[in-house]
């Protein structure tokens, strides 16, 4: 429809730039991520500080409960002699270790200074897996020493190119500590070349698509450090009792304790079974 003769036409709304709405989901995914850290990191150490109480309060029942039945065994082949009865009795008394560590609740993702190196890597901008124990091969330790001596912070001289070489060497560590021999050549690759000249940096959009993707892949991260501490042994005892742990420490301890009972008098039997 033509505007009526005379009459001036009314001017389009001024539209925001492209990157105005990009850049409100990437404020809305950082938000949302930092609420989910918080989240993450008040549960760790929950759980942590549970381990703990879970070691003082019941640590040394578990370790008397397997003391008794490694002496029942023992007491029952002493007196019968019968080889499956040696066999357990051996077997039992290679179970009378300490109480786990944190570390070892937490599958090594936690330990008692706090969350380990692959844990906290996520949690700084490193692209880092669940961990894995792995030997680097020869050509990956070529390449990592190669990398360290080239891009050694203590070359730097200035405080710009130190920050450079120390954001560099994080990467190429979390790279080494992995086995990645593709990416420490990637980044033996990317250290030939310099640094970014600015006509070569992303773009604004290509900035934030970047960000997004970061967001997105340690939100994943944290997810997996999450889903670690709830399905560990520690965390699923808290799930049975969120709201008063405490108490739930208190009702373990009393089947441990009826538990004991139940082991001496047994061992009592069993001794006086020997000596008859």
């Not at 709304?13 to 991520?33: D, F, H, I, W």
């Amino acid at each position: 429809m033509r505007p009526e003769a005379g009459r001036p036409e009314t001017a389009p709304p001024a539209s925001e730039r492209p990157e105005a709405r990009l850049e409100r989901a990437v404020r809305a995914a950082e938000q949302a991520l930092i609420e989910y850290e918080i989240a993450v990191e008040t549960f760790r150490v929950e759980v942590e500080n549970f381990s703990r109480l879970h070691h003082q309060k019941l640590g040394p029942m578990y370790a008397r409960l397997e003391e008794l039945d490694a002496a029942i065994a023992e007491a029952k082949a002493a007196r019968t002699g019968d080889p499956e009865d040696l066999r357990l009795a051996q077997e039992l008394r290679g179970r009378v270790l300490p109480m786990p560590d944190v570390s070892e609740l937490f599958n090594e993702w936690v330990d008692s200074d706090g969350l380990s190196p692959e844990a906290a890597a996520m949690l700084n901008e490193q692209p880092v897996r669940a961990p894995e124990r792995v030997r680097p091969s020869d050509e990956a330790r070529k390449l990592y020493r190669d990398l360290v001596r080239q891009a050694h912070p203590d070359l730097a001289q200035d405080d710009k190119e130190r920050a450079r070489r120390d954001e560099f060497i994080v990467r190429v560590n979390a790279a080494y500590a992995r086995g990645d021999e593709a990416l420490l050549r990637e980044l033996s690759e990317e250290w030939a070349a310099g640094p970014v000249p600015p006509e070569q940096q992303p773009s604004e959009s290509e900035e934030l698509y970047a960000r997004l993707e970061w967001l997105a892949r340690r939100k994943e991260l944290l997810s997996v450090v999450a889903r670690d501490l709830e399905e560990g042994p520690i965390g699923s005892m808290l799930r049975m009792a969120p709201d008063d742990p405490d108490r739930l420490l208190e009702q373990i301890a009393e089947q441990l304790l009826a538990q004991v009972g139940e082991r001496e008098a047994e061992l009592v039997r069993v001794t006086q079974g020997q000596g008859s």
